[in-house]
């Protein structure tokens, strides 16, 4: 379950680099006036910074109940192939996710990566609710 648990945080990292890196580079090329950052107020950052922020925002909602899950999991040692199968689902379809999101960002296609995402999240709880 930590492999699933790691290539989600290796996903949030490289999301969360990308974004800072991308504000540095809208600061120092005057694009967004530096002081905005000090409070999110006064200017309007582009497109581009704004789809990553609220990807990165995305994941730290949903996968906190993907986390807990693989705590318990762990710490329980309840390893099993459907749950690991489900997690590995999951850590697929948020990254379907964030790549749509930062890409073309056709919300249907990002809407349905969504669902099905949540749907294995529950799937997961579900699972976890019947051998607890």
Do not use: C
């Amino acid at each position: 379950m930590i492999y699933p648990m790691f290539a989600l945080v290796l996903l949030t990292f490289f999301v969360g680099i990308r974004l800072g890196a991308t504000r540095f580079a809208n600061a120092r090329s005057g694009r967004v006036k530096g002081g905005y950052y000090r409070l999110m107020q006064g200017d309007t950052p582009p497109d581009g910074e704004l789809k990553l922020a609220r990807n990165f925002s995305n994941l730290f909602e949903g996968p906190v109940l993907f986390y807990a899950f693989g705590a318990i999991v762990i710490a329980k040692n309840l390893a099993a192939p459907l749950p690991l199968a489900l997690a590995w689902g999951y850590v697929a379809l948020r990254a379907v996710h964030t790549a749509i999101h930062l890409g073309r960002n056709h919300p249907i296609h990002r809407f349905l990566a969504f669902l099905v995402s949540s749907i294995l999240l529950l799937a997961m709880w579900g699972w976890l609710a019947l051998v607890l």
